[in-house]
Protein backbone atom coordinates (compact mmCIF):
# COMPACT_ATOMS: atom_id res chain seq x y z
CA UNK A 1 0.00 0.00 0.00
CA UNK A 2 1.35 3.49 -0.63
CA UNK A 3 1.54 6.13 1.80
CA UNK A 4 2.47 9.80 2.33
CA UNK A 5 3.70 11.69 5.34
CA UNK A 6 1.81 14.78 5.79
CA UNK A 7 3.78 17.79 5.86
CA UNK A 8 2.75 19.59 8.69
CA UNK A 9 2.26 17.02 11.01
CA UNK A 10 4.54 14.48 10.17
CA UNK A 11 1.45 11.27 10.27
CA UNK A 12 1.56 8.53 7.53
CA UNK A 13 -1.05 9.09 5.30
CA UNK A 14 -3.48 6.58 3.39
CA UNK A 15 -5.16 6.98 0.40
CA UNK A 16 -9.18 6.23 1.11
CA UNK A 17 -12.90 8.18 0.43
CA UNK A 18 -14.14 9.41 3.11
CA UNK A 19 -17.23 11.30 3.73
CA UNK A 20 -16.97 15.22 3.98
CA UNK A 21 -19.85 18.17 4.93
CA UNK A 22 -18.95 21.25 3.06
CA UNK A 23 -21.90 24.10 3.78
CA UNK A 24 -22.27 27.45 2.30
CA UNK A 25 -25.04 30.50 3.21
CA UNK A 26 -27.06 27.74 4.86
CA UNK A 27 -26.89 24.99 2.74
CA UNK A 28 -25.07 21.70 3.46
CA UNK A 29 -23.58 18.66 1.28
CA UNK A 30 -22.16 15.65 2.55
CA UNK A 31 -19.93 14.23 -0.35
CA UNK A 32 -17.32 11.22 -0.20
CA UNK A 33 -14.23 13.16 -0.40
CA UNK A 34 -11.00 11.01 -1.84
CA UNK A 35 -7.67 12.34 -0.42
CA UNK A 36 -4.71 11.09 1.50
CA UNK A 37 -5.89 10.54 5.50
CA UNK A 38 -4.23 9.76 8.09
CA UNK A 39 -5.44 6.48 10.20
CA UNK A 40 -7.15 8.73 12.82
CA UNK A 41 -8.68 12.05 12.64
CA UNK A 42 -9.24 13.70 9.18
CA UNK A 43 -6.39 15.95 8.45
CA UNK A 44 -6.26 15.25 4.94
CA UNK A 45 -4.52 16.37 1.67
CA UNK A 46 -5.95 16.56 -1.59
CA UNK A 47 -4.78 16.53 -4.86
CA UNK A 48 -5.77 18.65 -7.75
CA UNK A 49 -8.09 15.64 -9.05
CA UNK A 50 -9.20 15.61 -5.59
CA UNK A 51 -10.34 18.80 -5.16
CA UNK A 52 -12.79 18.33 -8.58
CA UNK A 53 -15.12 16.82 -6.17
CA UNK A 54 -15.42 19.71 -3.66
CA UNK A 55 -15.56 21.98 -6.27
CA UNK A 56 -18.57 20.18 -7.90
CA UNK A 57 -19.95 20.01 -4.41
CA UNK A 58 -19.86 23.60 -3.78
CA UNK A 59 -21.43 24.74 -7.42
CA UNK A 60 -24.43 22.20 -5.96
CA UNK A 61 -24.51 24.12 -3.04
CA UNK A 62 -24.70 27.38 -4.45
CA UNK A 63 -27.11 26.31 -7.25
CA UNK A 64 -29.31 25.09 -4.20
CA UNK A 65 -28.97 28.81 -2.18
CA UNK A 66 -30.08 30.75 -5.50
CA UNK A 67 -32.81 28.28 -6.01
CA UNK A 68 -34.10 28.56 -2.82
CA UNK A 69 -33.11 32.23 -2.52
CA UNK A 70 -34.16 33.55 -5.29
CA UNK A 71 -30.48 35.42 -6.13
CA UNK A 72 -28.75 35.16 -8.84
CA UNK A 73 -25.03 36.13 -9.64
CA UNK A 74 -24.50 37.32 -12.78
CA UNK A 75 -20.96 38.26 -14.37
CA UNK A 76 -20.22 40.51 -17.25
CA UNK A 77 -17.41 40.33 -19.14
CA UNK A 78 -14.99 43.43 -19.34
CA UNK A 79 -14.81 42.57 -23.18
CA UNK A 80 -18.60 43.60 -24.04
CA UNK A 81 -18.74 46.78 -21.09
CA UNK A 82 -19.12 50.19 -22.88
Do not use: C
Not at 6 to 18: A, C, F, N, Q, Y
Amino acid sequence: METRIHPETGEILSRDVRPVEFSYKGERITVDMPGWYPAKGDDGIFTHEDMKVSDQALKILKSRHEINTGEHTVEFSEKYLI
